[in-house]
């Protein structure tokens, strides 16, 4: 399957669905990192919960979902765009082999960060006070939408990457039935084995779910790792540390090397790549 959103919709039932697939970009996100089993677990979960949440923002801007807690996984995010760009990384002390997704992260919270382009930036916590991330999300519907939600998450790296994922959602409007249906289609959700949300393509897992509903799919959207850090943000960064800082930094160390804890890129700076930098913060203060 290649990495991409399905919307879709009931046209008997005042319900809206999500699909999403992100098994590359799960694998552009582990690959450079040491992570165990269940820390990548928790990790590709996370990328498909954050895309299956972007999915229903209404504008341009940025999404991030952090889980921090006191257990050894003590911090995990995934950032993504509207255009469904993402990126993500985790942070752990200690051990986590065999643990639970609840003993990974120990007593802690979900943020969910919205930032628009325009406008005032969003901030939703819920804690982490579940058995698994799906049930995290959905108390975070219940608590910030109040709209009953149902998210189902697979994610793992043996024998390769895999990713995928199911949101089904009550719309506002409801019939008399509204209830009963819900359960009907969330009980038809909850039957997907994880192989076959990771192989079935959108419209023959719907198919096989949901052949005696009238379902309507939506145009498919592309999800792609990207990972926003360069050279030129480095160097952005360290332009707002004083010329003599930096010189220092230098004499002491050769040069300045800057790491990124996103995708474990590696950036180095000696003397002859600063002179412009420190030329230019020169002149300045002058």
Do not use: W
């Not at 959207?221 to 230098?250: F, G």
């Amino acid at each position: 399957m290649t990495d991409q959103l399905q919307r879709f919709l009931f046209d008997d039932f005042q319900i809206r669905g999500e699909i999403a697939h992100a098994n590359d970009s799960f694998n552009e996100i582990v690959k450079n990192h040491d992570f165990t089993p269940e820390v990548a677990n928790v990790v590709g979960e996370l990328l498909v919960a954050t895309t299956l949440l972007t999915a229903m923002l209404k504008f341009e801007g940025k999404i991030a979902v952090q889980l921090q807690g006191d257990g050894p996984l003590k911090m995990a995010v995934i950032n993504a765009d509207q255009n469904l760009q993402v990126r993500g990384t985790a942070r752990v002390e200690g051990e986590t082999a065999g643990l639970s997704f609840s003993q990974l992260v120990g007593k802690g919270h979900m943020m969910i960060t919205i930032t628009p382009d325009d406008g005032e930036r969003y901030q939703g916590i819920v804690d982490l006070n579940n058995d698994s991330l799906s049930s995290c999300l959905e108390n975070y519907f219940q608590q910030s939408e109040q709209l009953p939600t149902r998210v189902i998450l697979h994610a793992g790296i043996a024998p390769k990457a895999q990713a995928a994922g199911i949101l089904i959602q009550t719309l506002p409007a409801s019939s008399e039935t509204h209830e009963e249906d819900f359960q009907h289609v969330c009980a038809l959700a909850h039957t997907v084995k994880a192989e076959e949300l990771y192989d079935l393509t959108p419209e023959d897992l719907l198919f096989r779910l949901y052949h005696q509903e009238t379902v309507r799919l939506f145009d498919t959207q592309p999800i792609t790792y990207k990972c926003s850090c360069s050279k030129e943000r480095c160097l952005s960064s360290l332009a707002s540390i004083a010329p003599e800082e930096i010189n220092e930094l230098i004499k002491e160390h050769g040069a300045i090397e800057m790491h990124c804890e996103y995708c474990a890129s590696d950036y180095r700076f000696e003397v002859n790549d600063l002179q412009i930098l420190l030329g230019g913060t020169d002149n300045q203060q002058h």
